[in-house]
T-cell receptor, first 112, second 113 residues
Framework: DTGVSQDPRHKITKRGQNVTFRCDPI?????LYWYRQTLGQGPEFLTY????????KSRLLSDRFSAERPKGSFSTLEIQRTEQGDSAMYLC??????????FGPGTRLTVT | GENVEQHPSTLSVQEGDSAVIKCTYS??????FPWYKQELGKGPQLIID?????GEKKDQRIAVTLNKTAKHFSLHITETQPEDSAVYFC????????????FGTGTRLQVTL
């Protein structure tokens, strides 16, 4: 257990529904990252925050995706109007500036 | 952008043998190279990392080597044990440990008795 927690661990939703995931980083970590991992692939970067500021977003992050970290602690990732192609493991990681990234257990999303 | 290739995709070794996984990267500006181990149903776990100012780093049975000229780095696991069985990912970052990681496609290592 790295100290990064994610909720829920599993989510099944129907196409077109909205879903929201939560990540709680290691408490003193000021950087928080979101990655997406599909079956048989490595994680792909989506976005990251330093404190409450979102500093970078990948082109993978379509306008249906939005992430927030309102108080510089936990973060949420929302997917609107889900599509079957959104089915994946969504991973959160946290770090101190200039230090290693530690990953949470992930949220597995299945869109039916 | 950065591209990381990883080989082999699967690797089977007998307990006690060594395992080697190799990665190449495309961006010569990359300067941080971590390795993660991922077990079924879990998130990636950092096992070792190396920065571009170092050619080799060792931690007990695990070592990583880096060749900046050839743009490749390798993970070496000696005296493998059944609990080493997992998927291993290499990654690269262009601006240090606090930036986004670009991952390889993973190597499934199976250690047989």
């Amino acid at each position: 257990d790295t100290g990064v927690s994610q909720d829920p661990r599993h989510k099944i939703t129907k196409r077109g529904q909205n879903v929201t995931f939560r990540c709680d980083p290691i408490s003193e970590h000021n950087r928080l990252y979101w990655y997406r991992q599909t079956l048989g692939q490595g994680p792909e970067f989506l976005t990251y925050f330093q404190n409450e500021a979102q500093l970078e977003k990948s082109r993978l992050l379509s306008d249906r995706f939005s992430a927030e970290r309102p108080k510089g602690s936990f973060s949420t990732l929302e997917i609107q109007r889900t599509e079957q192609g959104d089915s994946a493991m969504y991973l959160c990681a946290s770090s101190l500036v200039g230090q290693e990234q530690y990953f949470g257990p992930g949220t597995r999303l299945t869109v039916t | 952008g950065e591209n990381v290739e990883q080989h082999p995709s699967t690797l089977s070794v007998q307990e006690g043998d060594s395992a080697v996984i190799k990665c190449t990267y495309s961006d010569s500006a990359s300067n941080y190279f971590p390795w993660y181990k991922q077990e079924l149903g879990k998130g990636p776990q950092l096992i070792i990392d190396i920065r571009s100012n170092v050619g080799e780093k060792k931690d007990q049975r695990i070592a990583v080597t880096l060749n900046k000229t050839a743009k490749h780095f390798s993970l070496h696991i000696t005296e493998t044990q059944p609990e080493d069985s997992a998927v291993y990912f290499c990654a690269a970052s262009t601006t240090g440990t606090a930036s986004k990681l670009t991952f390889g496609t993973g190597t499934r290592l199976q250690v047989t008795l």
